[in-house]
């Protein structure tokens, strides 16, 4: 399946790309690849369902259409299974708000960039919506009880169930089909995202372009921006959050009339079953799948449902209270710490010093690049970095960098792996170079990237020469 995207790159560009790096995922069966040759660089997907590969290069040719910022499909596998897409680069909304995410109090940088997001959603809510053909979605073609069924259920027998609560199955189910009643009362013609959080949203000079919709379909507005504000784990304060329904409503007003008054009230109904659905997704991975940090993620979703109880459901007095009853639960009254094991990952220049451990656990990994060759000699590389296509085709055209990173992989891999087994939370590798710019950027890049896909652990990646930082879950 990997020699198809080889071959697609050739088929398009007229060369076989010198360079592939498989990319970290978040959670979908489709697998991502960076192809590279000189100055080219596409991503590659590989896919194990060709309806939701259609869905998503049908989309996006739709979309682009109507001048949405979307990455362009530029060929696709007879079969159906593997794509090239346009290469929009590595960061994502999501790795722009971690020290948001991280205290709560985000500052005016990050607030900008949440603003200019979701202004831009109505018109992907509209404009996408406008000459679609809606059979071309998947799984389904529009929100219907049936979505809302599966939904509710996975709430109930993964999270609710599990968590050992006594509770009138008959009763929460008369509730659950008015609930639903309610959520269907919309009938406009309009593209719900379905899945339109930060991690979806990645940025090129600040200005959002959008990933990952293969699943939207025919649905209603709310439920978009209830998935936007309400995402558990991002901790966004109450004044953010009215600020960003302001900025959308203001940005919604160039599509339809609106009564503030309606919209708020039928929001508040969906951001009660996004709440939901994400609590039965937690449950799932967590109960189930056996995966803590999921777990670790269920007293944020909590916290956001005792704020919507602060007004009772009052249509719905059963679930109400169980809700309650649920909030009122002692192991979800603190918020649990992570506890994964966090790799600190860091790229540095050896005329600076090697980075400190700050965790206090010292050890860990210190690989020095400098045996590999640099291109930070030769004039023209110089105004790169590690992360520029020009840099990593350097360096992988030989193969010395990627044999370096097989043997780091092999010792790496081993010490996360006990390190997991004996329940630690922290490790540094630091990859250091002559100015810390190429080499150690480029391996600390790769050695992230291995980590996020390999092992479910938290990976910090601090760039210390060129300012950058960011992190993978």
Same mark, same amino acid.
């Given at each position: 399946?990997?020699?198809?995207?080889?071959?697609?790159?050739?088929?398009?560009?007229?060369?076989?790309p010198?360079?592939?790096?498989?990319?970290?995922?978040?959670?979908?069966?489709?697998?991502?690849?960076?192809?590279?040759?000189?100055?080219?660089?596409?991503i590659?997907?590989?896919?194990?369902?060709?309806?939701?590969?259609?869905?998503?290069?049908?989309?996006?040719?739709?979309?682009?259409?109507k001048? $949405?910022?979307?990455?362009?499909?530029?060929?696709?596998?007879?079969?159906?299974?593997?794509?090239?897409?346009?290469?929009?680069?590595?960061?994502?909304?999501?790795?722009?708000?971690?020290?948001?995410?991280?205290?709560g109090?985000?500052?005016?940088?990050?607030?900008?960039?949440?603003?200019?997001?979701?202004?831009?959603?109505p018109?992907?809510?509209?404009?996408?919506?406008?000459?679609?053909?809606?059979?071309?979605?998947?799984? %389904?073609? /529009? *929100?219907?009880?049936?979505?809302?069924? *599966?939904? &509710?259920?996975?709430?109930?027998?993964?999270?609710?169930?599990?968590?050992?609560?006594?509770?009138?199955?008959?009763?929460?189910?008369?509730?659950?089909?008015?609930?639903?009643?309610?959520?269907? %009362?919309?009938?406009d013609? =309009?593209?719900?995202?379905?899945?339109?959080?930060?991690?979806?949203?990645?940025?090129?000079?600040?200005?959002?372009?959008?990933?990952?919709?293969?699943?939207?379909?025919?649905?209603? @507005?709310?439920?978009?921006?209830? /998935?936007?504000?309400?995402?558990?784990?991002?901790?966004?304060?109450e004044? $953010?959050r009215?600020? $960003?329904?302001? =900025?959308y409503?203001?940005?919604?007003?160039?599509?339809?009339?609106?009564?503030?008054?309606?919209?708020?009230?039928?929001?508040?109904?969906?951001?009660?079953?996004? +709440?939901?659905?994400?609590?039965?997704a937690?449950?799932?991975?967590?109960?189930f799948?056996?995966?803590?940090?999921? $777990?670790?993620?269920?007293?944020?979703?909590?916290?956001?449902?005792? +704020?919507? &109880? %602060?007004?009772?459901?009052?249509?719905?007095?059963?679930?109400?209270?169980?809700?309650?009853?649920?909030?009122?639960?002692?192991?979800?009254?603190?918020?649990?710490?992570?506890?994964?094991?966090?790799?600190?990952?860091?790229?540095?220049?050896?005329?600076?010093?090697?980075?400190?451990?700050?965790?206090?656990?010292?050890?860990?990994?210190? *690989?020095?690049?400098?045996? @590999?060759?640099?291109?930070?000699?030769?004039?023209?590389?110089?105004?790169?970095?590690?992360?520029?296509?020009?840099?990593?085709?350097?360096?992988?055209?030989?193969?010395?960098?990627?044999?370096?990173?097989?043997?780091?992989?092999?010792?790496?891999?081993?010490?996360? +792996?006990?390190?997991?087994?004996?329940?630690?939370?922290?490790?540094?590798?630091?990859?250091?170079? +002559?100015?810390?710019?190429?080499? /150690?950027?480029?391996?600390?890049?790769?050695?992230?990237?291995?980590?996020?896909e390999?092992?479910?652990?938290?990976v910090?990646?601090?760039?210390?020469?060129?300012? @950058?930082?960011?992190?993978?879950?």
């Amino acid at each position: 399946m990997a020699d198809c995207l080889e071959s697609l790159f050739a088929g398009y560009t007229g060369v076989r790309p010198s360079a592939k790096t498989e990319l970290p995922s978040s959670g979908s069966n489709r697998r991502f690849f960076r192809l590279q040759e000189g100055n080219i660089s596409l991503i590659g997907v590989l896919g194990t369902n060709e309806k939701e590969n259609m869905a998503f290069t049908a989309l996006s040719a739709h979309f682009l259409e109507k001048g $949405l910022n979307v990455p362009r499909v530029l060929a696709v596998s007879d079969d159906g299974l593997c794509y090239l897409q346009e290469d929009l680069g590595d960061t994502l909304l999501d790795d722009k708000l971690s020290q948001g995410r991280e205290n709560g109090l985000y500052n005016s940088y990050e607030t900008s960039l949440l603003c200019k997001t979701i202004e831009k959603l109505p018109a992907i809510q509209f404009r996408g919506a406008e000459g679609l053909d809606w059979s071309v979605c998947y799984p %389904q073609p /529009s *929100f219907d009880g049936r979505t809302i069924d *599966f939904d &509710l259920n996975y709430f109930k027998y993964c999270f609710l169930k599990a968590t050992g609560l006594d509770f009138d199955e008959v009763r929460l189910q008369d509730d659950f089909e008015h609930f639903r009643e309610d959520l269907l %009362q919309d009938d406009d013609n =309009t593209f719900m995202y379905r899945d339109f959080q930060a991690r979806n949203v990645m940025l090129r000079d600040d200005e959002p372009w959008f990933i990952d919709f293969q699943g939207g379909r025919r649905g209603p @507005i709310y439920y978009d921006v209830a /998935s936007f504000i309400s995402q558990a784990r991002s901790r966004y304060p109450e004044d $953010l959050r009215q600020e $960003l329904v302001r =900025t959308y409503l203001r940005a919604l007003r160039g599509y339809k009339q609106v009564d503030e008054e309606h919209f708020r009230s039928r929001l508040r109904l969906f951001m009660l079953f996004r +709440t939901l659905q994400v609590l039965g997704a937690y449950g799932f991975r967590g109960y189930f799948e056996k995966k803590p940090h999921f $777990l670790a993620s269920v007293p944020y979703a909590i916290d956001n449902l005792r +704020t919507l &109880l %602060q007004n009772p459901f009052s249509d719905y007095p059963y679930l109400n209270e169980m809700l309650e009853r649920l909030s009122g639960m002692p192991q979800f009254d603190e918020i649990v710490p992570d506890r994964r094991l966090e790799v600190h990952i860091y790229s540095f220049a050896y005329k600076k010093g090697i980075p400190a451990d700050n965790s206090g656990n010292g050890g860990g990994y210190v *690989f020095d690049c400098r045996s @590999i060759n640099n291109p930070g000699k030769y004039e023209h590389y110089r105004q790169f970095t590690g992360l520029d296509p020009e840099v990593i085709s350097f360096l992988e055209d030989d193969g010395e960098a990627l044999r370096f990173l097989e043997s780091v992989y092999r010792l790496v891999d081993a010490h996360v +792996t006990r390190f997991i087994e004996r329940k630690f939370t922290h490790l540094q590798v630091c990859f250091g170079c +002559t100015g810390g710019r190429h080499r /150690s950027v480029y391996c600390a890049e790769r050695l992230a990237a291995h980590l996020a896909e390999k092992f479910s652990i938290k990976v910090k990646l601090t760039h210390r020469e060129i300012n @950058i930082e960011k992190r993978l879950f």
